[in-house]
């Protein structure tokens, strides 16, 4: 059974770091793109970043400078580290498995860790 579990997640104020985990199991991390989103009081699920097998990354705009996504494939886990916070990044951060260019295709979430803000 395929599990991403996430932690990290907490109350910060703002200004302040928290770094995100995110454990995989079985292939599904080796095989896949990663990424992480975020779904805000009263808002869409969101993207927040996401890094290549190989390890490219891409951010949300609302996120660059401040947001660092990396993956340890020995560890089967992706990281977010988050610097900088503000009240705005409030919400719970889901991490993503993105097995659409598998055959046949697929799409893992953890549960999500909430990351609260406080101005």
């Known amino acids: 059974q395929v599990q991403l579990v996430e932690s990290g997640g907490g109350l910060v104020q703002a200004g302040g770091s928290l770094k995100l985990s995110c454990t995989a199991s079985?292939?599904?991390?080796?095989?896949?793109?990663m990424g992480w989103y975020r779904q805000g009081p009263g808002k869409q699920r969101e993207l927040v970043a996401t890094?290549?097998?190989?390890?490219?990354?891409n951010y949300a705009d609302s996120v660059k400078g401040r947001f660092i996504i990396s993956r340890d494939d020995a560890k089967n886990t992706v990281y977010l580290q988050m610097n900088m916070l503000k009240p705005e990044d409030t919400a719970v951060y889901y991490c993503?498995?993105?097995?659409?260019?598998?055959?046949?295709?697929?799409?893992?979430w953890g549960q999500g860790t909430q990351v609260t803000v406080s101005s």
């Open positions: 993503n498995a993105d097995g659409l260019a598998q055959k046949p295709p697929y799409v893992y």
């Open positions: 079985g292939s599904i991390f080796s095989s896949n793109p």
């Open positions: 890094i290549s097998t190989g390890g490219d990354t």
